[in-house]
């Protein structure tokens, strides 16, 4: 059972959509323009959001990026455009997955199923350790992390990927490996790695040009290591 929020503007869609999760024994809610859609998540904890791109209010990308500025709650594209560049764009928006309409019952459950599992596993490894590298510490279990005692108010994305980093102190992680592990991506661009960097370094309060913890060594990949 999952808490999910349906933006679609199409009525009939829509009631579809909400018919199959219902029957799926989903707890489902449904808006039909982006704006609804923040306020629904911004009030109300959803494990998955499906998104239609084609929304009356908003541009698919903008609703996106206005969600992610709120929540790091997983998001389902569901796209009529096949356009491949439009949709590695909002994969590396943070769009969780996506699919193109029209989509059956069975592959949208499938999708979910692995989105939420991915999430659920993110939030819950039963066995994570703390890890402390310097005054850094992050707990992946309660997912939280702290730079000298002070808490850093982290998305999910800088969180998974300071985490990542952090259980691998000193160590080169190549970009490719930190896409397919903290993005779950085989492919993308190192523009979306140097954005959550860039912002991650920010909430450490360092920069590229004068780094502590987070080094990019160029064309190889991040480390993360105590300051000397
Ligand atoms: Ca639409």
Redesign the pocket.
């Known amino acids: 059972m999952a808490r999910v929020l349906v933006v679609?503007?199409?009525q009939f869609v829509r009631s579809a959509l909400i018919r199959h999760l219902s029957d799926a024994s989903h707890s489902v809610r449904s808006v039909g323009t982006a704006l609804e859609a923040l306020r629904e998540v911004a009030q109300i904890g959803f494990d998955v959001v499906i998104l239609?791109l084609?929304?009356p209010d908003l541009d698919g990308a903008e609703a996106l990026k206005m969600l992610r500025g709120i929540t790091d709650v997983p998001v389902i594209i569901a796209t009529a455009r096949d356009d491949e560049t439009e949709i590695v764009r909002l994969l590396n928006d943070g769009a969780d997955d996506y699919l193109t309409k029209p989509f059956s019952v069975e592959h949208l459950s499938a999708r979910m199923a692995a989105v939420l599992r991915r999430s659920r596993a993110a939030g819950g490894e039963p066995h994570a350790r703390v890890l402390r590298v310097g005054g850094l510490l992050v707990d992946p279990l309660r997912r939280q992390a702290e730079l000298d005692g002070v808490p850093l108010d982290l998305t999910r994305r800088e969180f998974d990927l300071l985490a990542f980093l952090a259980g691998r102190p000193g160590v080169v992680v190549p970009r490719r490996e930190l896409l397919a592990e903290v993005w779950q991506q085989s492919y993308g661009d190192d523009q979306t790695i140097d954005v959550h960097l860039s912002w991650l370094r920010r909430k450490l309060g360092e920069t590229a040009a004068a780094p502590r913890y987070l080094h990019t060594l160029r064309g190889v990949g991040v480390k993360l290591e105590p300051p000397r």
């Open positions: 679609e503007d199409d239609d084609g929304l």
